[in-house]
């Protein structure tokens, strides 16, 4: 139960990985990356802004994290490959969250530029996360080329909309023997729980802490959610039953009535 | 002419990556940067002698918030 989530050859305590987008301002970040208690958070690459305002990589370095680069916003293997290779020069480390994005409007993955992608970034020798949809079989493809773990969607990202299809996700947890992470689509505590009580190994939030009105308070109650998610799943939860089955014996129970 | 992070720019042929990072205020020791020059990544320690060609596409990128 108090086992660690092991990604890559590392190591990790906690189950909860944390996206940086949305948040207002660093202070805010760095507040809601403490309650959260996430070690492994997701930052992108983008144009250096020569105006901007305070160092994310020194925010994060000073919260004591370790970095997950991601490919946001690319729309082909070749660009992610590229965008992967330079958060390894950035960041100095090989793990990536692969997106490949193959539509604007729901921004669900490209399957087959996706999969190449990975295929190419392991060969490279990259700890490849794929952001992929909760389809089972993808995900055991994308396991067999050699990903660390699998990231399947909740539901489209930043939606709230939890997790719509939560057969798919216990499918995907029996198709691979990596970790499965559930990426996008959590909306509230609760979703992170469901996520990890039918079998996730982590979860990841973002917009679902960073948009909420107050994101360290969320990011408190993600965290508790995925430890009494992953507790309820190593418990075994009981069957469900169309009927009712007394939890009180009717053994010694009194006669009260008087017979007419 | 050079495009510098997709903008026109007076940087010149045969000025180093090293150069056009000291323009836009990073030293080449800066944390968390990395830059690509016509679609391919330039490693940190080729930044001093990586000289632009006429027309190079030239990409400083950073971490930013993120997913």
């Known amino acids: ?40 958070v997701t930052v992108a ?39 992967a290779k330079l958060a390894r020069e950035a960041f100095a480390t090989d793990l990536v969250k ?13 399957a087959p530029e996706l999969l190449r992608a990975a295929e190419e970034l392991v060969d490279d020798g990259f700890v490849v996360l794929p952001y992929t949809t909760d389809d ?11 990903c660390a773990a699998v990231m399947p969607l909740g539901s489209p990202i930043g939606s709230g909309m939890g997790i719509r299809n939560p057969y ?9 023997t990596v970790p499965v992470v559930l990426d996008a689509g959590i909306g509230t505590a609760s979703d992170a729980t469901l996520a990890m009580e039918l079998g996730c190994d982590a979860v990841m939030a973002a917009s679902a802490v960073a948009r909420a009105r107050d994101p360290v308070r969320m990011a408190r109650a993600m965290r508790a959610a995925v430890e009494a998610g992953r507790l309820a799943r190593t418990a075994g939860r009981i069957p469900r039953r169309l009927y009712a089955t007394a939890s009180t014996s009717n053994e010694g129970l009194p006669t009260l009535s008087i017979p007419t | 002419m050079i495009l510098l992070n997709g903008q026109d720019s007076d940087v010149r042929a045969g ?33 001093r002698s990586f000289t632009l060609g006429e027309d190079a596409r030239v990409e400083v990128l950073t971490a930013m918030q993120g997913g």
Do not use: K, Q
């Not at chain 2, 323009?23 to 391919?40: H, N």
């Open chain 1, 168 to 176: 798919n996700i216990a499918l995907i947890r029996e198709a691979v």
């Open chain 1, 98 to 110: 692969l997106e490949v994005i193959g539509d604007e409007d729901t921004l669900l993955p490209d």
């Open chain 2, 15 to 47: 000025e180093t990556v090293s150069a056009v990072l000291s323009r836009l205020g990073l030293a080449e020791d800066a944390r968390g940067v990395a830059v690509a020059v016509d679609g391919e990544v330039v490693p940190r320690d080729g930044w």
């Open chain 1, 45 to 83: 690459l983008r144009r250096v802004d020569p105006s901007a305002r305070g160092s994310l990589v020194d925010v994060l370095a000073a919260a004591g994290v370790e970095l997950l680069p991601n490919t946001a916003g690319c729309h082909t293997a070749r660009d992610a490959v590229l965008t």
């Open chain 1, 136 to 146: 089972p079989v993808l995900a055991r493809r994308l396991a067999d080329v050699g």
């Open chain 1, 1 to 40: 139960m108090s086992e660690a989530l092991r990604i890559g050859g590392r190591e990790y305590r906690s189950r909860l990985l944390l996206g940086t987008g949305g948040f207002p301002s660093l202070e805010l970040l760095a507040a809601a990356i403490a309650a959260s208690g996430s070690e492994l």
